[in-house]
């Protein structure tokens, strides 16, 4: 919040007193997309008639669906402002996403800025030769004083482009209509040389639309979304939508989606559509998003409610928002026969190894990572010191569905928390941790303060076998486990860099001495590549001493290590040798499908077409 200038309040406050109240007109944006192959584009915004001494015009400083404030404003330049006879007007450049304009008598105001729009990874504005991806929040500039008013949106595009967006159309070619400016901030643009398909589901229209050559296969995926789409009873009992739209990217390498009020788009690299696990990655990424119609967009944390575009928005749950729809994601999945149980527990199998191989779980809860995440990074600090509101947030979300199911004697699950949700704090409502913990009373008549203590606000682990159990299912590494030397060192990834990125905390590099940025150069004395590394080290046995020759911080020195033991090979999740018809009954009421398994513990089925 800016400091207050009394002389200036007082100033204003008399302004404002010698005009009435403003006039509810619409508020009409033009883009002309006048340069794609640089990425340029002509924005101008028509607002009515203004009261005011001055409108401040903002741009947001993050988008909705990532929590993290972004350089939004840097691509605008040439930000020019007319009054309604076209006298240029006076203004200034308040904030990072403002500029304030002055006025000295009622009047509309019309703001015109070019637009540089080259963040395709960001999801937030791209514009090149062959399309153009337009997210409000990046592109329309706003005023507070009109944000509750009727949006027209007109482009002039190149011949042959066609334009979707969740919003309704206008009267003219690649126009649309808002209701207000927060329907516009959350139905974004395509427009652009594109595909286009439409299927109905439950008696709900869709749209899907593609942009940019790959190798995927648009009858699966339609056929995959229909399915999908036709499965939100599983938790809901409507819908907050009667058209929703898919937007689907393939792109040169960006990767990643975002939901919306009523569409979503989803971005994977052009040739990553056909391998059974890239089409797993995209398909479940598509339910993630649809899960969030209802669970984001249709309710959300009170600190979420209403949107404030021009600073962070805290909140503590939202591993709710996020881990809980991931959480959703495979079953929704599962139950539509979109992936197998297998392909299911596969999945599950992996989050929790990477659980177990995290050391920030040990020092941050799931609510503090919900407050940080306005600020969370990346790299060797976030793992030894963070956990994440995705992957730990979906955790969370099974440990309490398990206690609920538990406690309720299979009558309810986390699903009835989420449409309870959903039916008591629809937005402009927004639910805080009280409002979930008494629908968690009144689900199983116990009282889940104690609960959200020990699993939410306080670094937790997980008894994975012991919460399993009672499932009737187990994890393994196999019959005849072996066992592998564990270093805890991450690389980069890149080709041939042997630079450090990680050094897990407690771990036979970290106890040793390495830290992240070191460059490893040699082992036992002789030379070492990035490719053949981690078969080096399984040249030795868990609990050798081995001797590295690192640089750090340009400094060459020599370090000793004592190998550490992890298990061999991929942890799975399989049936327990004795399972009851009790635990056979949780699973039901836990996932919605039978028993997946035979007297042998064996998959009654692996095949993903059935």
Not at 132 to 145: K, N, Q, R, T
Request: hydrophobic share 35%; charged share 20%.
């Amino acid at each position: 919040m800016k400091p207050t200038n009394l002389a200036f309040l007082t100033t204003s406050a008399l302004f404002s007193m010698c005009f009435s109240t403003s006039s509810f007109a619409d508020v009409n944006y033009h883009i002309d997309i006048n340069q794609p192959i640089h990425h340029l584009a002509q924005v101008s915004v028509s607002f009515p008639q203004s009261q005011s001494s001055e409108l401040v015009v903002n741009l947001p400083v993050w988008r909705t669906g990532r929590y993290q404030v972004l350089p939004v404003a840097d691509g605008v330049r040439l930000f020019n402002a007319t009054d309604s006879k076209g006298h240029a007007l006076p203004w200034r450049r308040t904030a990072s996403g403002e500029w304030t304009v002055s006025l000295t008598k009622p009047t509309a105001v019309k703001v015109t800025y070019q637009l540089h729009a080259n963040e395709l990874g960001d999801r937030l504005r791209h514009i090149d030769e062959s399309h153009a991806y337009l997210d409000a929040s990046g592109v329309f500039m706003y005023s507070p004083e009109f944000r509750q008013e009727p949006i027209s949106v007109e482009m002039s595009v190149p011949k042959g482009w066609n334009s979707f967006s969740g919003m309704d159309k206008g009267p003219k070619p690649h126009s649309f209509t808002a209701a207000n400016y927060d329907v516009l901030v959350d139905s974004p643009i395509e427009t652009g040389i594109n595909q286009h398909f439409n299927f109905k589901a439950d008696g709900r229209e869709y749209e899907v639309v593609f942009w940019g050559e790959g190798n995927y296969d648009t009858e699966q995926i339609l056929t995959d979304l229909r399915k999908i789409s036709g499965q939100a009873s599983m938790i809901w009992d409507d819908y907050p939508f009667e058209r929703y739209v898919y937007m689907v990217h393939a792109t040169s390498g960006a990767s990643g989606a975002t939901e919306h009020l009523n569409s979503t788009v989803i971005q994977l690299p052009r040739f990553q559509f056909r391998e059974r696990d890239d089409y797993l990655r995209f398909i479940s990424t598509a339910s993630h998003e649809f899960i969030h119609t209802w669970n984001v967009k249709s309710y959300r944390p009170q600190g979420l409610v209403p949107y404030d575009y021009q600073s962070e928005n805290m909140s503590e749950l939202l591993w709710v928002a996020e881990g809980s729809t991931s959480y959703f994601q495979n079953q929704l999945l599962l139950r539509a026969g979109v992936i197998t149980p297998k392909e299911f527990f596969d999945d599950l199998s992996l989050r929790i190894g990477l659980n177990e191989h995290n050391p920030g779980r040990d020092t941050q809860s799931i609510a503090e990572a919900s407050l940080g995440q306005w600020s969370s990074t990346w790299g060797d600090y976030a793992l030894n010191h963070s956990v994440n509101i995705y992957s730990e947030g979906y955790l969370t979300s099974m440990v309490l569905d398990f206690n609920i199911i538990d406690d309720s004697e299979l009558a309810h699950s986390y699903r009835d928390v989420h449409k309870a949700l959903y039916q008591h704090f629809k937005i402009p409502m927004g639910y805080k941790v009280q409002d979930i913990q008494n629908i968690l009373t009144k689900l199983t008549g116990k009282d889940y303060q104690p609960w959200w203590q020990e699993f939410v606000n306080q670094p937790f682990s997980i008894e994975f076998d012991t919460l399993l159990a009672q499932a009737g299912l187990v994890t393994t590494y196999g019959d005849k486990p072996k066992s592998q030397v564990d270093t805890g060192i991450g690389l980069s990834g890149l080709h041939g860099d042997l630079v450090l990125a990680t050094v897990a905390k407690n771990s036979p590099a970290w106890k040793a001495g390495l830290i992240a940025g070191d460059e490893l150069v040699a082992l036992n004395g002789l030379k070492v590549t990035a490719e053949g590394l981690s078969k080096r080290f399984n040249d030795f046995e868990p609990g050798d001493t081995v001797t590295l020759t690192v640089f750090s911080n340009d400094r060459l020195k020599e370090l000793s290590m004592v190998l550490g033991e992890q298990p061999k090979g991929k942890l799975a999740i399989t049936a327990l040798k004795q399972v009851t018809d009790k635990q056979k009954a949780f699973f039901k009421a836990w996932l919605g499908i039978d028993w997946p398994f035979n007297d042998k513990g064996e998959w009654l089925s692996t095949d993903n077409k059935a």
